[in-house]
């Protein structure tokens, strides 16, 4: 480079002084790091690194890490000093270099409460559930990759997500949060959305452990079930997750599990998750779930959101029986360390202040793909699906489609890139102010399905307010699309599983005017279908999130593949269900309220294997637009069992396969267990070989006894499918007697 006048040679020069000070700094800097703070060395572990760092600080720092508050003005106070604005704060310790932890709601983005952070939107991920029905584990952590991102660019340092509760009742308001009914499908994909986040240097919990499967009653609910089932179904999932995502935080749970609330409930915290699971990180509350100090002997690691608990008991109280001895110091070193250990562990202190401009566009491409594989076809009579391009008249249906796709609500909730479409007030408030009202995530199917059409071809558009109205429309058009949208949130259930405001007879009166009417469900779940065998066809599209429109109408028009299956069971009728009542519905918040869960382990299609029972659409169904066929089913190995079998595409257009293995029966017993599952883009005749290693503890039975998962020698009868229901092919195999650690 040549420097030509004087003027510039001086500011070369200075830039080059500047520069060397600064490496110099530097130098002095890591120096200065390595001798007063050696827990900066990374070449230490993140459990080395704690114990110097936890070393240094007093009592006062070390309390100060183990609560926090609402990271939001909240009851008259203003938000904390030095809070982004989001769920949670907890200051950091500048003398020792410690970071503040900035914590923000969830797993379907970054979201941004009340707007406290005035415009600031995410991208809006579609439903949990939704991502449950892509069963693709790369579109998971891919999933998370993107809301770690924009979490680290806007400052969080830990996101309350993970939020993977089991379908226990599809009533459930936060279904929309979870991944389905199964312990192996939602332990593996939750788990890789959490490693996905942490890939980014972002905390992530995985929550509410345990047992938050319904919302009515939320905060005095006590579930009950025995020890058993409960390691064989919700817990083996939040096993599964954790092995794989390695969560730097557990959030407990509201409820009461068999007596103690979860976040007071020794047994579920010490024995199981730190005992017998040896997980490494911290337990955080969930907010407002803390009811005494002593949940610090617990397992507790720290409150969260205190201004909601009666008092902040991890400060005053704490550190009076620390001083009567009554919570031993060694117990402090440990909450801390369960802290500092997991901020290192994900790197928050190595890549700490790292905000940065987000690549909006590249991170709504990513997650219009996971609507697109999350789309269920249920039903498609004479191939209506997908639909020409140059269909001549398509009429458009409800569901606010002219404006956007539903989204859930409560804490989960995404303010998205480019604010709401809509918000419809529903009227009513929820506990802690959540707002009832179905907002829109801006990406209107009308808008798309017009932006796919050919030339000359055209779409009508009613509201649906009428059904009589929407039949005229209907009639006069080639296709009708209906649209039926169930708006579900946090804090509330669903009384039953009837689509809301009068939509089935809307959809009744379309189907009627129009043979070739096809129905778009966004729901948080499951819902009834009393007009099934009217419809042509039928897509459950869940809530799909920042380009959700643009998703159902691809798979409309097949510009996309269907890839989705069911994550969770579709009812006939709720009488179907275990408890074919919520207990506690109708009742105030606060009431005791139990639930008995009898149906133990085996949820969802489990229970209706077991009781012979014929759901609408059975777990792990979904249909392609070509066909397959499954085969080639081998079995091996005595100790470990290994599964192989071959996909075919038998159609003319490529499709994704989802092929499952379940457990059908076991020494002494009939089973339904899925033990595993891949996905595969086929081309038409393409042929593809799998091979699955089946986790012995899906084999097993969880012995409170001999503590311990036992797998009993004898035949176990394995059976590959489309679904839990349709199965192709069994076969059978000798496995050795062999006992587990729990
Ligand atoms: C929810 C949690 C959430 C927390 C903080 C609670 O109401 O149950 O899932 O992380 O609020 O917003």
Redesign the pocket.
């Known amino acids: 480079m040549q420097l030509r006048t004087f003027g510039e040679r001086i500011v070369a020069l200075a830039a080059i002084a500047v520069a060397s000070a600064v490496i110099a700094r530097a130098a002095v800097g890591a120096e200065r790091d390595a001798a007063e703070r050696p827990w900066m060395n990374t070449a230490l572990s993140a459990d080395e690194r704690a114990k110097l760092l936890e070393r240094a600080m007093t009592l006062e720092e070390k309390i100060g890490l183990l609560h926090g508050r609402v990271g939001t003005p909240f009851r008259g106070a203003p938000r904390p000093e030095g809070a982004i604005g989001s769920?949670?704060y907890i200051a950091g310790i500048p003398r020792l270099g410690v970071p503040a932890l900035q914590e923000s709601?969830?797993g379907l983005g970054v979201t941004n409460?009340g707007e406290v952070r005035p415009g600031d939107g995410a991208t809006a991920l579609p439903a949990s559930l939704a991502l449950a029905a892509t069963w693709s584990p790369e579109l998971a952590y891919k999933s998370g990759v993107v809301i770690g991102t924009e979490a680290r660019g806007k400052g969080f340092n830990v996101m309350?997500a993970g939020?993977m509760n089991l379908a226990r009742d599809p009533r459930n308001g936060r279904n929309f949060?979870y991944f389905g009914e199964d312990p192996l499908l939602a332990g593996t994909l939750a788990g890789e959305a959490v490693r996905g986040i942490q890939s980014q240097n972002v905390i992530s919990?995985i929550?509410?452990f345990a047992l938050?499967d319904q919302e009515t009653g939320r905060l005095a609910l006590d579930a009950r079930i025995a020890e058993d089932a409960l390691r064989e179904s919700d817990l083996l999932a939040f096993e599964l997750a954790i092995e794989r995502g390695k969560p730097g935080s557990i959030?407990c749970a509201?409820n009461r599990v068999n007596g103690d609330y979860a976040c007071g409930n020794d047994w579920l915290l010490n024995r199981v998750l730190k005992g017998d699971w040896k997980y490494p990180g911290w337990v955080m509350s969930?907010?407002?779930a803390v009811h005494d100090m002593d949940y610090a002997l617990k397992g507790l690691d720290q409150e969260?959101?205190e201004q909601i608990d009666s008092q902040v008991f991890f400060d005053e109280p704490l550190k009076r029986a620390v001083a009567a001895g009554a919570v031993p110091q060694a117990r402090i070193s440990d909450m801390v360390r369960r802290v500092l250990r997991s901020m290192f562990a994900v790197g928050v202190f190595d890549a700490s202040d790292a905000r940065g401009p987000i690549d909006f566009d590249a991170h709504a491409r990513d997650v219009q793909q996971v609507a697109e594989q999350a789309i269920v076809v249920l039903r498609n009579e004479r191939a209506t699906l997908p639909l020409a391009r140059t269909t001549k008249r398509i009429a458009v249906i409800g569901g606010y489609a002219e404006r956007g796709v539903v989204s859930g609500g409560?804490?989960?909730q995404v303010f998205p890139v480019g604010g709401f479409a809509a918000s419809v007030p529903l009227g009513g408030e929820g506990?802690?102010s959540f707002w009832r009202a179905i907002s829109l995530h801006p990406s209107s199917p009308l808008r798309a399905i017009r932006g796919l059409l050919a030339e000359g071809s055209e779409v009508v558009f009613d509201d649906g307010r009428y059904p009589r109205e929407a039949a005229r429309l209907a009639a006069t058009a080639d296709v009708a699309i209906v649209f039926g949208i169930q708006w579900m949130s946090?804090?509330f259930d669903a009384p039953d599983l009837t689509l809301p405001q009068g939509q089935d007879d809307l959809i009744r009166a379309v189907a009627a005017a129009n043979p070739r009417t096809v129905v778009v469900l966004e729901t948080g779940g499951p819902v009834l279908m009393p007009w099934l065998d009217k419809t042509a066809a039928v897509v459950a599209a869940w809530y799909s999130g920042q380009r959700g429109g643009q998703a159902i109408a691809n798979v409309l028009f097949g510009v996309v593949e269907p890839g989705g299956r069911l994550a969770v069971t579709f009812p006939a009728a709720e009488t179907q269900l275990p408890r074919p009542e919520i207990p506690g519905f109708g009742q105030r918040e606060g009431v005791p309220v139990t639930v008995e869960y009898r149906e133990g382990a085996d949820v969802g299609y489990r229970d209706f294997a077991r009781r012979a029972q014929k759901p609408t659409f059975p777990f792990g169904y979904g249909l392609s637009y070509t066909t397959f066929a499954y085969g080639g089913l081998e079995a091996s190995g005595t100790n470990d069992l290994t599964v192989s079998f071959t996909a075919t595409n038998t159609g003319a257009r490529p499709g994704y396969a989802v092929p499952q293995i379940y457990l059908t029966a076991a020494p002494g017993r009939a089973e339904r267990r899925l033990l595993g599952w891949d996905k595969a883009l086929l081309a038409p005749g393409e042929t593809k070989r799998f091979t699955l290693n089946v986790d012995p503890r899906l084999l097993a039975r969880y012995s409170t006894a001999a503590r311990g998962w036992q797998i009993a020698a004898g035949k176990y009868e394995v059976a590959l499918g489309a679904s839990a229901e349709e199965f192709v092919a069994r076969t059978e195999r000798e496995l050795r007697a062999r006992k587990l650690d729990p």
């Open positions: 769920a949670g709601d969830a409460p309350l939020g949060e919990t929550k509410h938050n959030m509201y969930d907010w407002g969260s959101g409560g804490s989960s506990q802690f946090e804090n």
